[in-house]
């Protein structure tokens, strides 16, 4: 049930990101936030499949490039650096969706957002917003489950 | 364990064919978009423009004594196959490349149905490959260029992002909204139209005036372009 609800808030969040892109000018990294959150409850093989079917729906070239290499990279280092972390699961989710979500525009273009810091402090808080909803999502799954 | 890592790098393999065969992800992206091209709203929405861009043509008729002519050039049309996803960038894949003479810096325009619409550009070329070219647009935040403003001709910098802007506009020229911003850098062909002027303000340093830019189409609904293949 919990590695089902993954994937399902996973494709939810990239197909979501995708609307974003088509309907407002700035695009928030929501699934690179659901990611990063989901990681600090599931296991390294989930978070490799989830990232394999984020990449299938947002990858937009044919080939590697900078921007895809790190959104692969983002997710399992968050996941090694959640279940190494001595805090509570939720608050090593917390701390690596903020620093995820902070760190993948800031590496890409650091001076585009440093040019435009306001904008991409909003992108971050609506990425943190939505890794906090992925992250009850599936809190709320495996307690349906264990129910 | 075996079975953990059989998993594993099957789902590397699955990673890696995303990567480099994106085609299925973008018909999905397609498939997922609500706007399918060659509706009648689009054709609607598409005639509506094709009537603001002759009025704009008009307004520059004008513009015409102050700058040179167009360079000759022959065109390709382009699909567009995806867009950019993430949120530092503004650029989209279209679907031509090396193989149809596409070469980097070359500008990238609405596609028109008839020879005698007037062009929109909407970006330029910035990576090719075999079948494939990227094109930064206008709404890339690290797009800029120089253009010319209303009939005037008054110089000023286009500045890409989510929201283009135009700066370094003289206090003293004759501009308001509404008039129309045509490109006046020597990598583009000069005298093309790009949007037209919005609210005006003044700089922070009083020296210059600023203005917001209103454009006649929407970045995300374009499926079709045309690319200008500039003459080596």
């Not at chain 1, 989901?38 to 079917?53: D, M, Q, R, T, W």
């Not at chain 2, 075996?2 to 085609?23: D, E, M, S």
């Not at chain 2, 619409?117 to 090719?128: A, F, K, L, N, R």
């Not at chain 2, 303000?201 to 372009?225: G, H």
Request: aromatic content about 8%; proline content about 6%; some cysteine.
């Amino acid at each position: 049930m919990k590695i089902y609800a993954a994937f399902v808030i996973t494709i939810l969040a990239a197909l979501v990101q995708l609307l974003i892109g088509r309907a407002l000018p700035a695009v928030p990294d929501i699934a690179l936030a659901a990611l990063l959150a989901l990681g600090s409850g599931v296991g390294f093989l989930v978070e490799l499949g989830l990232v394999a079917v984020s990449v299938l729906i947002l990858n937009w070239q044919s080939g590697p490039s900078a921007d895809l290499l790190l959104f692969i990279a983002l997710p399992l280092i968050g996941w090694l650096a959640a279940h190494r972390m001595p805090f509570q699961p939720w608050l090593a989710g917390f701390v690596v969706v903020a620093l995820g979500c902070a760190a993948f525009p800031f590496i890409l273009a650091p001076d585009v957002v440093l040019n435009d810091p306001i904008r991409y402090l909003r992108l971050w808080g609506v990425g943190l917003f939505v890794g906090l909803l992925a992250a009850s999502a599936l809190d709320a799954a495996d307690e349906a489950r264990t129910k | 364990m075996a079975g953990k890592l059989i998993i594993g790098i099957g789902l590397f393999a699955i990673i890696a064919l995303a990567v480099f065969f994106p085609q299925a992800g973008w018909r999905l992206q397609r498939w997922f978009s609500w706007d399918n091209g060659e509706d009648i709203a689009g054709v609607e929405r598409a005639l509506v423009e094709n009537q603001t861009l002759k009025a704009e043509l008009a307004r520059l008729a004008p513009l015409s004594e102050i700058l040179p002519a167009k360079h000759s050039s022959t065109t390709r049309i382009a699909e567009v196959f995806s867009r950019y996803p993430f949120s530092v960038r503004n650029a989209m894949i279209i679907g031509v490349g090396e193989n149809d003479s596409i070469r980097s810096g070359e500008p990238v325009f609405l596609a028109t149905k008839t020879d005698s619409s007037p062009q929109v550009m909407i970006g330029v070329v910035t990576d090719v490959r075999n079948d494939t070219a990227t094109v930064q647009t206008l709404f890339d935040p690290k797009f800029k260029t120089a253009v010319r403003v209303g009939s005037s001709g008054a110089d000023a910098l286009l500045i890409g992002g989510p929201e283009p802007t135009l700066s370094l506009i003289s206090k003293a020229a004759q501009v308001q909204s509404g008039d129309i911003v045509v490109s006046a850098s020597p990598e583009f062909p000069l005298g093309v139209p790009l949007a037209t002027v919005g609210i005006l303000r003044p700089a922070e340093d009083q020296a210059f005036k600023n203005a917001t830019l209103m454009f006649s189409y929407d970045i995300a609904d374009i499926r079709v372009v045309q690319v200008d293949l500039v003459a080596p």
